[in-house]
Nanobody, 125 residues
Framework: QVKLVEAGGGSVQAGGSLRLSCVASGNRKSNRCMGWFRQAPGKERENVARIDGIKTTVYHTSVKGRFTISRDDANNTMYLQMNSLKPEDTAMYYC???????????????????WGQGTQVTVSS
């Protein structure tokens, strides 16, 4: 069983920054594809960014140039650095990991198997 625990959410003003972290534990390989998702009230959960085992990254167009995903496999931790935050970034943010592969097949919810409980990010104007 794999456990994912997010931290780092909070409330900031527009233009501010936050750094989310996701610590993974349990019976897992350290180089699996991982990703960050977010879900705003009344909206579907969407993939914000994902990173594969060789640290290739993919971003949602709405966050390109503002968010940076990274991973520290020695410490089983994934990060999401969020800069120039906008009110539309307000959402619950979830980290996720695929079941087995080091490569990322896509950003659909069904591509990911393990999920954290989420951390709330609120951006005020």
């Amino acid at each position: 069983q794999v456990k994912l625990v997010e931290a780092g959410g909070g409330s900031v003003q527009a233009g501010g920054s936050l750094r989310l972290s996701c610590v993974a534990s349990g019976n897992r390989k350290s180089n699996r594809c991982m990703g960050w998702f977010r879900q705003a009230p009344g909206k579907e959960r969407e993939n914000v960014a994902r990173i594969d085992g060789i640290k290739t990254t993919v971003y949602h167009t709405s966050v390109k140039g503002r968010f940076t995903i990274s991973r520290d496999d020695a410490n089983n931790t994934m990060y999401l650095q969020m800069n120039s935050l906008k009110p539309e970034d307000t959402a619950m943010y979830y980290c996720a990991e695929v079941y087995q592969t080091a490569y990322c097949t896509g950003g659909a919810l069904s591509d990911f198997f393990y999920w954290g409980q989420g951390t709330q990010v609120t951006v005020s104007s």
